[in-house]
């Protein structure tokens, strides 16, 4: 399987402070995305990093990728408390016909007031 | 409009009933997928719908059945459930079935098998 380890499994800070995630995988991919999840809802789309960039910016996230290591990280700065969710990498793999994606184990953020 | 669309939002069963979830979208995407995400795990693959056709199907056991009727909705009917298929199940789009397209999410249905 070359689903994705992401860790910490949880991280709690205080607002105002970055929060980064970490996310590795196994096999080679053609990209990385990044998605969020609010208790019980669906799944929000923060960012897509391609194998061939090594980092990407949107607004206060900061996304880098690592293929020579499989791993990825997702740094959230000047958190805020509206940041609280669960947050899951996930990966294709370059071998699959494209459509599948492969969540990791996600790491549950709690960012106190 | 970029929702995706999703009732009913909670559906309580029992083992031999016969259920349908629906999905919607109107943003012209051509491939519609169905999750199923266990409390405090990732989302797992069911089905991949691509151009209105079934392109992946992982390994689901039968007492799930896709369907497709068009390019904007997706129906999972649910037939003689056990209580472990509860779980949250999220119905998601993108542009088309290459994974280079984000896709977006349902808000679920939270489904209880009793």
């Known amino acids: 399987s070359q689903q994705g380890e992401e860790d910490p499994q949880a991280l709690s800070i205080q607002e105002g402070e970055n929060a980064t995630m970490n996310c590795s995988y196994k096999t080679s991919i053609n990209n990385l995305q990044w998605y969020r999840q609010n208790s019980g809802r669906g799944l929000v789309h923060l960012i897509l990093i391609r194998s061939n960039e090594r980092e990407k910016h949107s607004g206060r996230l900061r996304v880098t990728l690592d293929t020579s290591k499989k791993s990825s990280s997702l740094l959230i700065t000047a958190s805020r408390a509206a940041d609280t969710a669960s947050y899951f990498c996930a990966t294709d793999a370059e071998e699959t016909s494209g459509s599948r994606l492969t969540f990791g184990e996600g790491t549950q953020l709690t960012v106190n007031p | 409009d970029t929702e995706v669309t999703q009732t009913p939002k909670h559906l309580v069963m029992g083992m031999t009933n016969k259920k349908s979830l629906k999905c919607e979208q109107h943003?012209?995407?051509?491939?519609m997928y169905w999750y199923k995400q266990k409390a405090k795990k990732p989302p797992e693959l069911m089905f991949v719908y691509s151009y209105e056709k079934l392109s992946i199907n992982e390994s689901v056991p039968s007492r799930f059945s896709p369907e497709c009727p068009n390019s904007s909705l997706l129906n999972l009917h649910l037939h003689a459930l056990q209580p472990e298929d509860s779980a949250l199940y999220l119905c998601?789009?993108?542009?088309?079935?290459?994974?280079?397209?984000?896709?977006?999410f349902g808000p679920g249905t939270r489904l209880t098998v009793t």
């Open positions: 998601a789009s993108s542009r088309t079935g290459h994974s280079s397209y984000e896709q977006y």
């Open positions: 943003m012209g995407h051509r491939a």
